[in-house]
C-alpha cells in the first residue's frame, strides 16, 4: 500500500488477541495502528485530529458502540467509524449505521473485507480533501478576482457575495445574505426588469451573458456592471444562479465624454464657422449703426436705441466667442507647479473687478505639499470663473476662503482645494444646475463659465463639486498630484 493511502487507524477492543492481530493486518498495509481496550481509554485521547478511521468493538466492557458515536461525532467529526460485531449484534450495528457509522465488518474478521472497508474510507477521505482543496482554489479565486459575484437562489435570495462586492457596493455579506438582490441593487424597475429577464434566461438555458445593467451602492452612487450569468443545478444542496460582474463605470464614462468631444468638435467647428461668416455681417451693421448715429445725434431717445442695438451686437459677438471656447478641444500643456500661486494669480487678475471694493482671499496654511501637474493657462482659468462669481454673488465686506488637504482620487494621490464664500449660498436648484451649460442666474453673462471650469477639470483627471451648504457657497477641486 503507498504511502499516500496509508491510514491512522485507531483500534478498540476489549480483547487483547483481536487487538493484536488487527494491528498485525493493519501494519503490514502500512497503517499507523493505535489501540484501546475501552470506551474510558478512547475518550481519555487527546489526539483526534490525527485520527483517520476507528474501527470500534460493537460491544465493550463500559459500554456500547452506540454510547460512543454521539461523543465520537464531537472529538472527531473527520474519523471514520467501522463497527466490529458478530452476527447477533447486526440490528445494533444497524443502529450505528444511522447514527453516523461508516461501515461494519463481521467477526470473526475477514482481513480482505476489512481491507475493502478501508480501501472505501480512504477513497472518501481523498474525495473529500480534494472538494476541500477545490473549494478552497475556488475561493480564493473568487476572493482575489477584481469582479462582483454573486450566487443568487431561483427567488433571488443572496447566498453568496465575494469581498469584492463588499468593496464596490459598499454592503457587507452578512447584512445582505439571504437579502433579496433585486431591492438590493436594482432599485429601477426597468432595470430590475432586464436582470430578472437575463438571470431567468441563465435558468433556463444554462448561461447569459454580455448584459449591462446599473447598480446602487449603499451610498447612493450608481456603478455600471457587465454581468455574465451560469445555472449551477446544485448549490449546497439546491439550484442557483452565478453571477459574475465586472465594474465598467470607468469605460462608460470615458466612452461618454469622448461622445461629448466629438459633438462639442462639432459644434466648435460650426460655431467657429458662423462666427466667421457673421462678423463681416455685424462689423457692417455696427458700422452702419455708427453713421445712423451720426444722422441722430439731436434725437436722443434715437440715439438710446441705437446705443442698445450696439450692445445687443457686443453681446451676440462674445457669445460666438464663449460658446466656440467651450466647445474648442482642450490640449493641455502640463508642467509641475505650486496651484497656490495660480490662485494668487488669478485673484491678481481681478484687480480691476476688486476695486472700491472690501474683498479679501483667505488662505488657510496647512503642511500640504500643493504642486500638481496641471496646464497653468487653464488652471488660472478655473480659479477665475470661481473667484468672479463669488465677487459677483458676495455684498461687501466680500471674504473667499481657500483650505488645501491631501486625498485620494481614483486610488492616487491627488490635492482637494475647497474655496468658501461668505455670499447667501447656493439653492437647491443652482446646486443641481450650476455646471450645466447656459444656466446662469447672472443678469449678464452667456453661463458657460463653470461649465468650461468642469471640462477643464475634467481633462486634468480632476473633479469639481458643490461643497456642503452654508455659510456660503463652496466649491470643491480635485487635482491629481502627478
Not at 98 to 118: F, H, T, V
Not at 409 to 420: N, Q, T
Request: include cysteine; charge should be negative.
Amino acid at each position: 500500500m503507498s504511502d499516500a493511502a496509508a491510514l491512522r487507524v485507531l483500534v478498540v477492543d476489549d480483547d487483547v488477541d483481536t487487538r493484536a492481530n488487527l494491528r498485525d493486518i493493519l501494519e503490514l498495509d502500512e497503517h499507523h495502528v493505535e489501540t484501546a481496550g475501552s470506551l474510558a481509554e478512547v475518550l481519555r485521547r487527546r489526539d483526534w485530529n490525527e485520527i483517520a478511521v476507528v474501527l470500534l468493538d460493537r460491544r465493550l466492557p463500559d459500554g456500547t458502540a452506540e454510547q460512543l458515536l454521539p461523543k465520537l461525532r464531537q472529538l472527531a467529526p473527520q474519523a471514520a467509524v467501522i463497527i466490529v460485531t458478530g452476527f447477533a449484534d447486526l440490528e445494533g450495528t444497524i443502529a450505528a449505521l444511522r447514527q453516523g457509522a461508516a461501515d461494519y465488518i463481521l467477526k470473526p474478521i475477514n482481513p480482505d473485507a476489512l481491507r475493502a472497508s478501508l480501501a472505501r474510507v480512504a477513497e472518501r477521505r481523498r474525495l473529500s480533501l480534494a472538494k476541500e482543496r477545490s473549494e478552497a482554489a475556488f475561493r480564493s479565486l473568487v476572493e482575489a478576482a477584481p469582479c462582483l459575484i454573486l450566487i443568487v437562489r431561483p427567488d433571488f435570495r443572496i447566498v453568496y457575495f465575494s469581498a469584492y462586492a463588499e468593496r464596490l457596493t459598499g454592503h457587507a455579506a452578512a447584512e445582505v445574505l439571504g437579502a433579496d438582490c433585486l431591492a438590493l441593487l436594482f432599485p429601477d424597475d426597468k432595470v430590475r426588469q432586464t436582470f430578472r429577464q437575463e438571470f431567468g434566461r441563465a435558468l433556463a438555458c444554462g448561461t447569459s451573458g454580455g448584459f449591462e445593467c446599473p447598480i446602487a451602492c449603499k451610498d447612493g452612487t450608481r456603478r455600471w456592471v457587465l454581468w455574465n450569468a451560469q445555472r449551477l443545478a446544485d448549490y449546497e444542496g439546491e439550484p442557483a444562479v452565478l453571477a459574475v460582474g465586472q465594474d465598467i463605470t470607468d469605460n462608460k464614462e470615458a466612452q461618454e465624454r469622448a461622445l461629448q468631444a466629438e459633438r462639442l468638435a462639432g459644434i466648435g467647428q460650426m460655431v467657429t464657422g458662423l462666427a466667421h461668416e457673421s462678423g463681416n455681417a455685424l462689423a457692417r451693421s455696427h458700422a452702419c449703426l455708427e453713421m445712423l448715429a451720426l444722422e441722430v445725434e439731436d434725437r436722443p431717445e434715437a440715439l438710446e436705441l441705437i446705443g442698445k442695438a450696439q450692445k445687443a451686437q457686443d453681446h451676440l459677438r462674445h457669445l460666438y466667442e464663449e460658446v466656440r471656447g467651450y466647445a474648442a478641444p482642450l490640449r493641455l500643456e502640463r508642467e509641475r507647479c505650486d496651484v497656490a500661486d495660480i490662485w494668487r494669480r488669478a485673484w491678481e487678475h481681478l484687480a480691476m473687478q476688486r476695486q472700491q471694493r472690501d474683498a479679501a482671499l483667505c488662505e488657510h496654511e496647512t503642511a500640504v505639499d500643493r504642486c500638481c501637474d496641471v496646464d497653468l493657462f487653464r488652471m488660472e482659468q478655473v480659479f477665475r470663473n470661481i473667484l468672479e462669481n463669488a465677487l459677483a454673488a458676495c455684498k461687501d465686506p466680500v471674504r473667499i476662503e481657500v483650505t488645501c488637504g491631501d486625498t485620494m482620487l481614483a486610488g492616487r494621490p491627488a490635492l482637494r482645494i475647497s474655496l468658501r464664500d461668505n455670499g447667501p449660498g447656493l439653492n437647491s436648484e443652482q446646486r443641481q444646475k450650476i455646471f450645466e451649460p447656459f444656466y446662469t442666474t447672472k443678469t449678464k453673462g452667456t453661463g458657460l463659465g463653470m461649465a468650461i471650469v468642469k471640462r477643464i477639470m475634467e481633462a486634468h483627471g480632476g473633479s469639481l463639486t458643490v461643497g456642503d451648504n452654508g455659510p456660503g457657497a463652496e466649491i470643491v477641486l480635485v487635482i491629481p498630484k502627478e
